[in-house]
């Protein structure tokens, strides 16, 4: 008789084992690089450095009560593109689709069926789609030229030729507070208008309360529902304006910010670049594939929820 060898199969912990040897494969460097004493003593903050400064809207025109700024430069290429692309694609659809028709298709069908019929009725649908669309379109423009350099950083400027040219940066109108904020009050007003058109102003407040709610408990529950329509100002505006300035700002400081800002030797400073510009270019990846379309999704379908929610018969 001849004995065979005992076979192991691989336990479920060797692929963690493996991803954990590779995490430390690529932070082992950056422990090092800070743990060191020549580090330590190289380490020195650059106080110059101030990343916030390229969400500062300086003006460039003051004309008194408002004042025109790069925000102001990117709404209305954002609005721009938006009206372009409804305009060509009501003129140039076809029989026979081509590559680009087909694209379009597919996201005229998302904004169609499933961010607007798929939460109101077909009426409702039909009436609000425009404005759906055009919001859907409009913050998605408004999140990808973010993405795009462009010369809009006013604060440092080169000299070509004796003109002084804005550097190039990253900025989106959505990362400031105030058009996400504006964006949302149009739709809290517009649903709360369709809700007394649809019910009459005594019957929409009563539609707060669930059916089958009654007697003493009719009166906190009608609270949480007037605070809830508030906190909605809250959670649709900061949600979209939090990931495009987050994004933003993990782009900054991965592709070159946080060197800039540690000031660290020419060492260290190489190090760390090498292993945040990996970084930088995956979270870019990550915001342009991914982020800058599925915030303009989750706006334009909450959107379509609360006008649809506003006139059910049962909300």
């Known amino acids: 008789m001849t004995a065979t ?7 479920p912990d060797r692929p963690r084992r493996r991803q954990s040897t590779r995490l430390a494969i690529v932070l082992t460097p950056l422990i090092a690089l800070f743990a060191s004493p020549a580090a330590a003593l ?7 450095f101030k990343p916030q400064n390229d969400f500062k809207l300086d003006k460039w025109v003051d ?3 408002f004042s025109i700024n790069k925000a102001v430069l990117y709404i209305v290429i954002a609005t721009a ?8 694609v009501a003129k140039r659809m076809t029989d026979r689709p081509n590559k680009v028709q087909t694209a379009v298709e597919a996201a005229f069908t998302l904004m169609r069926d499933n961010i607007t019929r798929g939460n109101m009725d077909d ?34 400027k080169v000299d070509i030729f004796g003109a002084h040219i804005p550097t190039f940066a990253l900025y989106a109108a959505t990362a400031n507070i105030s058009v996400p904020l504006v964006l949302t009050l149009i739709v809290w007003v517009s649903y709360h208008v369709e809700g007394v058109r649809a019910k009459g102003p005594v019957g929409y407040l009563k539609s707060w309360v669930p059916a089958g709610v009654e007697g003493p408990a009719t009166g906190p529950i009608f609270l949480i529902e007037v605070i809830s329509h508030f906190v909605r100002l809250v959670s649709l505006s900061v949600r979209l304006f939090a990931n495009i300035l987050a994004g933003h700002l993990l782009i900054l400081f991965m592709g070159g910010g946080l060197v800039v800002l540690l000031n660290l030797s020419i060492f260290g400073s190489v190090i760390l670049g090498a292993v945040t510009g990996v970084m930088a270019v995956a979270f870019f990846i990550f915001e342009v594939a991914l982020v800058a379309t599925l915030q303009a999704f989750i706006f334009a379908t909450l959107t379509a929820i609360y006008l649809g929610g506003a006139v059910a018969a049962e909300h």
């Not at 060898?5 to 336990?11: C, L």
């Not at 593109?81 to 060509?88: E, S, V």
């Not at 759906?132 to 408004?142: C, K, N, R, V, Y």
Request: some cysteine.
């Open 5 to 11: 060898a005992p076979t192991h199969a691989p336990t």
């Open 42 to 48: 190289a380490l020195n903050i650059n106080d110059e």
């Open 63 to 65: 004309l008194g009560i």
């Open 81 to 88: 593109l938006t009206c372009i692309t409804m305009i060509y």
């Open 123 to 156: 009426k409702m649908a039909a009436k609000w789609f425009p404005f759906i669309g055009a919001l859907f379109l409009f913050i998605w423009f408004s999140n990808m030229i973010g993405y795009l350099p462009l010369p809009t950083n006013t604060e440092h």
